[in-house]
Protein backbone atom coordinates (compact mmCIF):
# COMPACT_ATOMS: atom_id res chain seq x y z
CA UNK A 1 0.00 0.00 0.00
CA UNK A 2 1.25 3.63 -0.69
CA UNK A 3 2.05 6.22 1.45
CA UNK A 4 2.66 9.68 1.67
CA UNK A 5 4.94 12.20 3.51
CA UNK A 6 4.35 15.51 4.39
CA UNK A 7 7.01 17.55 6.62
CA UNK A 8 6.87 20.78 8.48
CA UNK A 9 3.12 20.75 9.93
CA UNK A 10 2.60 23.86 10.43
CA UNK A 11 3.94 26.85 8.81
CA UNK A 12 3.81 30.76 9.68
CA UNK A 13 4.60 32.62 6.95
CA UNK A 14 3.74 36.32 6.06
CA UNK A 15 2.22 38.09 2.98
CA UNK A 16 4.36 38.07 -0.28
CA UNK A 17 6.40 35.28 1.08
CA UNK A 18 7.11 31.86 -1.17
CA UNK A 19 5.90 28.80 -0.05
CA UNK A 20 7.05 25.34 -0.79
CA UNK A 21 4.86 22.34 0.20
CA UNK A 22 6.93 18.91 0.62
CA UNK A 23 5.21 15.95 -0.09
CA UNK A 24 6.90 12.41 -0.74
CA UNK A 25 5.41 9.22 -1.67
CA UNK A 26 6.57 5.01 -0.99
CA UNK A 27 5.13 3.48 -4.06
CA UNK A 28 7.08 2.09 -6.97
CA UNK A 29 4.35 1.55 -9.64
CA UNK A 30 2.95 4.44 -11.81
CA UNK A 31 0.96 6.68 -9.31
CA UNK A 32 -1.51 9.61 -9.33
CA UNK A 33 -0.79 12.62 -7.46
CA UNK A 34 -3.35 14.99 -5.74
CA UNK A 35 -3.08 18.29 -3.80
CA UNK A 36 -6.32 18.93 -1.58
CA UNK A 37 -6.88 22.22 0.27
CA UNK A 38 -9.46 23.29 3.44
CA UNK A 39 -9.88 26.77 3.75
CA UNK A 40 -11.07 27.40 7.22
CA UNK A 41 -15.01 27.01 7.56
CA UNK A 42 -15.16 25.38 4.01
CA UNK A 43 -15.19 21.60 2.47
CA UNK A 44 -12.11 20.35 1.30
CA UNK A 45 -10.88 21.05 -2.50
CA UNK A 46 -9.13 20.19 -4.64
CA UNK A 47 -6.36 21.99 -5.64
CA UNK A 48 -4.50 20.18 -8.12
CA UNK A 49 -3.55 16.94 -9.73
CA UNK A 50 -1.39 14.92 -12.02
CA UNK A 51 -1.58 11.97 -13.71
CA UNK A 52 0.04 12.40 -16.79
CA UNK A 53 1.95 14.67 -19.16
CA UNK A 54 4.16 17.73 -18.06
CA UNK A 55 4.77 17.27 -14.75
CA UNK A 56 4.41 20.94 -13.35
CA UNK A 57 0.91 21.30 -13.02
CA UNK A 58 -0.86 24.51 -12.53
CA UNK A 59 -4.01 24.74 -10.46
CA UNK A 60 -6.04 27.49 -8.67
CA UNK A 61 -5.24 30.41 -6.81
CA UNK A 62 -1.89 30.31 -8.28
CA UNK A 63 -0.62 27.31 -7.12
CA UNK A 64 1.72 24.70 -9.13
CA UNK A 65 3.23 21.54 -8.40
CA UNK A 66 6.03 19.08 -10.10
CA UNK A 67 5.95 15.54 -10.12
CA UNK A 68 10.10 14.30 -9.38
CA UNK A 69 9.20 10.42 -10.59
CA UNK A 70 13.17 10.25 -8.89
CA UNK A 71 12.49 11.25 -5.81
CA UNK A 72 8.98 10.38 -5.25
CA UNK A 73 8.05 13.56 -4.72
CA UNK A 74 5.31 16.17 -5.44
CA UNK A 75 6.05 19.68 -3.55
CA UNK A 76 3.65 22.57 -3.98
CA UNK A 77 4.62 25.62 -4.45
CA UNK A 78 2.96 29.16 -4.72
CA UNK A 79 6.03 32.32 -5.33
CA UNK A 80 3.89 34.70 -3.64
CA UNK A 81 1.35 33.81 -0.45
CA UNK A 82 -1.60 35.93 0.40
CA UNK A 83 -3.80 35.67 4.18
CA UNK A 84 -6.48 33.70 1.90
CA UNK A 85 -4.16 31.01 1.41
CA UNK A 86 -4.21 30.00 5.31
CA UNK A 87 -5.65 26.56 5.16
CA UNK A 88 -4.79 23.50 5.83
CA UNK A 89 -3.01 21.42 2.56
CA UNK A 90 -3.37 17.82 2.11
CA UNK A 91 -1.10 15.77 -0.71
CA UNK A 92 -2.97 12.55 -1.27
CA UNK A 93 -1.64 9.75 -4.04
CA UNK A 94 -3.21 6.28 -5.36
CA UNK A 95 -2.29 3.70 -7.88
CA UNK A 96 -3.15 3.97 -11.93
CA UNK A 97 -6.35 2.18 -11.91
CA UNK A 98 -7.10 2.03 -7.64
CA UNK A 99 -9.01 4.77 -6.55
CA UNK A 100 -8.25 4.39 -2.94
CA UNK A 101 -6.42 7.27 -2.12
CA UNK A 102 -4.03 7.49 0.77
CA UNK A 103 -3.40 10.92 1.95
CA UNK A 104 -0.32 12.43 4.23
CA UNK A 105 -1.32 14.21 7.75
CA UNK A 106 -1.59 17.54 6.51
CA UNK A 107 0.49 20.59 6.31
CA UNK A 108 -1.15 23.80 8.78
CA UNK A 109 -0.35 26.67 6.81
CA UNK A 110 -0.78 30.14 8.57
CA UNK A 111 -0.15 33.51 6.12
CA UNK A 112 -0.42 36.56 8.36
CA UNK A 113 -1.19 39.72 6.42
CA UNK B 1 -27.13 23.49 -6.05
CA UNK B 2 -25.24 20.26 -6.82
CA UNK B 3 -23.12 18.62 -3.83
CA UNK B 4 -22.78 16.31 -1.03
CA UNK B 5 -24.39 16.98 2.30
CA UNK B 6 -23.72 15.32 5.30
CA UNK B 7 -25.59 15.67 8.92
CA UNK B 8 -26.11 16.34 11.38
CA UNK B 9 -22.88 18.51 11.42
CA UNK B 10 -22.01 17.72 15.61
CA UNK B 11 -23.28 14.65 16.50
CA UNK B 12 -23.13 13.50 20.11
CA UNK B 13 -23.41 9.65 21.50
CA UNK B 14 -23.05 7.40 24.76
CA UNK B 15 -20.46 4.59 24.66
CA UNK B 16 -22.06 1.32 23.56
CA UNK B 17 -24.62 2.94 21.30
CA UNK B 18 -24.81 2.70 17.62
CA UNK B 19 -24.96 5.99 15.51
CA UNK B 20 -25.71 6.68 11.14
CA UNK B 21 -24.64 9.16 9.86
CA UNK B 22 -25.79 10.30 6.45
CA UNK B 23 -24.59 11.31 3.45
CA UNK B 24 -26.50 12.26 0.49
CA UNK B 25 -24.96 13.92 -3.10
CA UNK B 26 -26.85 15.16 -6.03
CA UNK B 27 -24.30 15.10 -8.75
CA UNK B 28 -24.71 11.70 -10.19
CA UNK B 29 -21.51 10.52 -8.88
CA UNK B 30 -21.23 6.65 -8.95
CA UNK B 31 -18.46 5.99 -6.16
CA UNK B 32 -18.79 7.44 -2.85
CA UNK B 33 -16.09 7.37 0.19
CA UNK B 34 -16.64 7.57 3.69
CA UNK B 35 -12.87 9.10 5.88
CA UNK B 36 -12.21 9.55 9.11
CA UNK B 37 -9.93 12.84 10.01
CA UNK B 38 -7.67 13.24 13.11
CA UNK B 39 -5.79 16.18 14.38
CA UNK B 40 -2.61 15.23 12.88
CA UNK B 41 -3.53 12.20 11.24
CA UNK B 42 -4.74 13.22 7.84
CA UNK B 43 -7.39 11.19 6.29
CA UNK B 44 -8.21 7.81 6.70
CA UNK B 45 -10.35 5.53 4.20
CA UNK B 46 -13.24 3.83 5.62
CA UNK B 47 -15.41 2.15 3.24
CA UNK B 48 -16.09 2.76 -0.48
CA UNK B 49 -18.64 2.17 -3.19
CA UNK B 50 -18.41 2.46 -6.42
CA UNK B 51 -21.67 1.53 -8.03
CA UNK B 52 -24.84 0.47 -6.33
CA UNK B 53 -25.27 -2.66 -3.73
CA UNK B 54 -21.41 -2.26 -3.75
CA UNK B 55 -18.76 -1.64 -1.20
CA UNK B 56 -15.40 -2.43 0.12
CA UNK B 57 -13.42 -1.56 3.23
CA UNK B 58 -10.60 0.49 3.09
CA UNK B 59 -7.99 1.01 5.56
CA UNK B 60 -10.04 1.02 8.73
CA UNK B 61 -12.78 -0.46 8.39
CA UNK B 62 -13.20 -2.31 11.48
CA UNK B 63 -16.13 -1.40 13.89
CA UNK B 64 -17.81 0.74 10.70
CA UNK B 65 -20.62 -0.62 8.51
CA UNK B 66 -21.91 0.87 5.41
CA UNK B 67 -25.19 0.57 3.02
CA UNK B 68 -25.71 1.78 -0.90
CA UNK B 69 -28.99 1.00 -1.86
CA UNK B 70 -29.42 4.03 -3.50
CA UNK B 71 -26.82 6.15 -5.95
CA UNK B 72 -27.84 9.19 -4.10
CA UNK B 73 -26.74 8.23 -0.42
CA UNK B 74 -23.88 6.24 1.58
CA UNK B 75 -24.77 5.85 5.32
CA UNK B 76 -22.09 5.12 7.78
CA UNK B 77 -22.93 3.55 10.79
CA UNK B 78 -20.19 3.18 13.83
CA UNK B 79 -21.06 0.71 16.02
CA UNK B 80 -20.64 0.16 19.39
CA UNK B 81 -17.15 -2.19 18.57
CA UNK B 82 -15.12 0.96 17.14
CA UNK B 83 -13.20 1.45 19.76
CA UNK B 84 -12.00 5.37 19.47
CA UNK B 85 -14.99 6.35 16.88
CA UNK B 86 -14.63 10.56 18.09
CA UNK B 87 -13.53 11.69 15.40
CA UNK B 88 -14.57 14.18 12.02
CA UNK B 89 -16.31 12.00 9.36
CA UNK B 90 -15.89 12.99 6.04
CA UNK B 91 -18.16 11.51 3.12
CA UNK B 92 -16.87 12.30 -0.62
CA UNK B 93 -17.75 11.76 -4.24
CA UNK B 94 -16.23 11.02 -7.71
CA UNK B 95 -17.95 11.06 -11.17
CA UNK B 96 -16.84 7.30 -11.65
CA UNK B 97 -14.20 5.92 -9.05
CA UNK B 98 -11.55 5.71 -11.78
CA UNK B 99 -8.40 6.48 -9.97
CA UNK B 100 -7.82 10.10 -11.57
CA UNK B 101 -11.25 11.16 -10.70
CA UNK B 102 -11.44 14.20 -8.28
CA UNK B 103 -12.91 13.37 -5.16
CA UNK B 104 -15.60 16.08 -4.26
CA UNK B 105 -16.24 16.32 -0.34
CA UNK B 106 -19.00 17.15 1.94
CA UNK B 107 -18.81 19.50 4.80
CA UNK B 108 -18.31 16.87 7.54
CA UNK B 109 -19.90 15.33 10.79
CA UNK B 110 -17.77 15.74 14.27
CA UNK B 111 -18.63 12.47 16.00
CA UNK B 112 -18.46 12.91 20.27
CA UNK B 113 -18.48 10.00 22.30
CA UNK B 114 -19.50 10.66 25.73
Known amino acids: AQSVSQHNHHVILSEAASLELGCNYS??????LFWYVQYPGQHLQLLLKYFSGDPLVKGIKGFEAEFIKSKFSFNLRKPSVQWSDTAEYFCAVNAHGNNRLAFGKGNQVVVIP | DGGITQSPKYLFRKEGQNVTLSCEQN?????MYWYRQDPGQGLRLIYYSQIVNDFQKGDIAEGYSVSREKKESFPLTVTSAQKNPTAFYLC?????????????FGPGTRLTVL
Open chain 2, 92 to 104: ASSIQGASTDTQY
Open chain 2, 27 to 31: LNHDA
Open chain 1, 27 to 32: YGGTVN
